[in-house]
């Protein structure tokens, strides 16, 4: 086998493990921890904005874009032309304040990846 094959093979490899780290979430129990942590200060079925911004549509949404919402300097700067992917998300959840230093947001962080598994699916299909 050429190493250009090699190579190819394993970049696939890669790719669909990474693919299925992330897509593994179950949005039914995504909903459980939405509720338990996240529903006191925000919104995902509704646009409307609470203490924090609604994350209705967050998958895929530039990064501190909800119209209207005040942001903080510290949120403002982590998202300067980012979006919330999954990857952007699933480093996030964790620890907000660590990777967003000034983030206003008081929560202290998801402790399992089965938990933002599951937040992450909910949020990009909340119903």
């Given at each position: 086998?050429?190493?250009y094959?090699?190579?190819?093979?394993?970049a696939?490899?890669?790719?669909?493990s990474?693919?299925?780290?992330?897509?593994d979430g179950?949005?039914?129990k995504?909903a459980?921890?939405f509720?338990?942590?996240?529903?006191?200060?925000?919104?995902?079925t509704?646009?409307?904005a609470?203490v924090g911004p609604?994350?209705q549509?967050?998958v895929g949404?530039?990064?501190?874009s909800?119209?209207?919402?005040?942001?903080?300097?510290?949120?403002?700067?982590?998202?300067?032309?980012?979006?919330?992917t999954?990857?952007e998300l699933t480093a996030?959840?964790p620890?907000?304040k660590?990777?967003?230093?000034?983030?206003?947001?008081a929560?202290?962080g998801?402790?399992t990846?089965q938990d933002?598994?599951?937040?992450?699916a909910y949020?990009?299909?909340?119903?």
């Amino acid at each position: 086998m050429n190493m250009y094959l090699r190579m190819l093979i394993a970049a696939a490899a890669v790719s669909a493990s990474a693919g299925v780290a992330l897509a593994d979430g179950d949005a039914a129990k995504g909903a459980q921890v939405f509720k338990k942590n996240c529903m006191v200060c925000h919104n995902a079925t509704d646009a409307k904005a609470k203490v924090g911004p609604s994350l209705q549509g967050v998958v895929g949404r530039p990064v501190a874009s909800v119209a209207d919402f005040k942001y903080s300097d510290g949120m403002k700067t982590f998202g300067a032309g980012k979006t919330w992917t999954e990857e952007e998300l699933t480093a996030y959840l964790p620890n907000p304040k660590d990777l967003v230093p000034g983030t206003k947001m008081a929560f202290a962080g998801l402790k399992t990846p089965q938990d933002i598994a599951d937040l992450i699916a909910y949020l990009k299909n909340p119903q």
